[in-house]
């Protein structure tokens, strides 16, 4: 016997009188489900963006960091036994620039906020604080990344879950009513999500459609996007 929201699957709806009656509980878990599912669907598309772009601040670090990192040993070499002496104006240049990209790149460092750019009037600067300046860069870009690694493998779990909700939530469509965990594997093909996953009993692990219909889908906004659309006017 079918029960809850997919005892629905299969049922005629029978045109009748238009009069409004109060749904039925297996209705209002059938539109609990189709809410999730929509909710699923806009956070997976928030997701697609995010995680592109995600990836392309952390590249944009990395090469950065490549960059600065091999300019400060050039810049260290030269200060071997000259520390006390003037940079070139092209080594303040080139500092400068790295500098004001790795703000660009970096944004609310509370440490990267103290080191500024060489103003380009008068003496320049002296090796070791070029070298001081260039160590923050340096310093800043690997909490950066490190910071970026932990978004990617937060937003790879949570595509995870999305795909293996959207997946049960198709097969709970079909007249699914149990949704084992090798239904999900041959449905996304992949291994789904262990967080929606539980014992049954001795190796019957199943999808917890109590817990979806309970909780919910994890929502995920495009902050970015939101903030675009708010100073619009959108």
């Given amino acids: 016997m079918r029960c809850g929201a997919t005892a629905l699957v299969n049922?005629?709806?029978v045109p009748g009188p238009s009069v409004k009656k109060k749904p039925t509980?297996?209705?209002e878990e059938w539109e609990r489900l189709m809410r999730?599912?929509?909710a699923a669907i806009l956070s997976l598309t928030a997701l697609s963006e995010i995680m592109p772009a995600t990836a392309a601040e952390d590249a944009s670090a990395r090469d950065l960091r490549d960059h600065a990192?091999?300019?400060y040993e050039e810049v260290d070499k030269l200060?071997?036994?000259k520390s006390m002496l003037e940079v070139?104006?092209?080594a303040l240049e080139e500092t400068n620039s790295i500098i004001s990209d790795a703000k660009r790149i970096v944004g609310s460092d509370p440490y990267l906020r103290r080191t500024h750019e060489f103003v380009p009037a008068g003496n320049n600067p002296v090796y070791p604080d070029v070298l001081f300046a260039l160590r923050s860069v340096l310093q800043s870009l690997d909490r950066f990344r490190a910071k970026k690694a932990e978004e990617a493998a937060v937003n790879t779990g949570i595509l995870s879950e999305l795909n293996t909700i959207l997946a049960a939530i198709n097969l709970v469509?079909?007249?699914e009513e149990s949704i084992s965990k090798e239904d999900l594997l041959r449905s996304m093909g992949q291994a789904p999500s262990q967080k929606w996953m539980f014992t049954l009993g001795f190796n019957e692990v199943s999808f917890n459609l109590e817990r979806l219909k309970s909780i919910g889908p994890p929502i995920v906004k495009n902050e970015k996007r939101v903030q675009l659309a708010l100073g619009s006017g959108e």
């Fill in 79 to 81: 200060a071997k036994g």
């Fill in 36 to 38: 999730h599912k929509d």
């Fill in 25 to 27: 509980k297996e209705e």
């Fill in 88 to 90: 070139t104006d092209r």
């Fill in 11 to 13: 049922k005629i709806k």
């Fill in 173 to 175: 469509s079909e007249g």
């Fill in 69 to 71: 990192n091999g300019f």
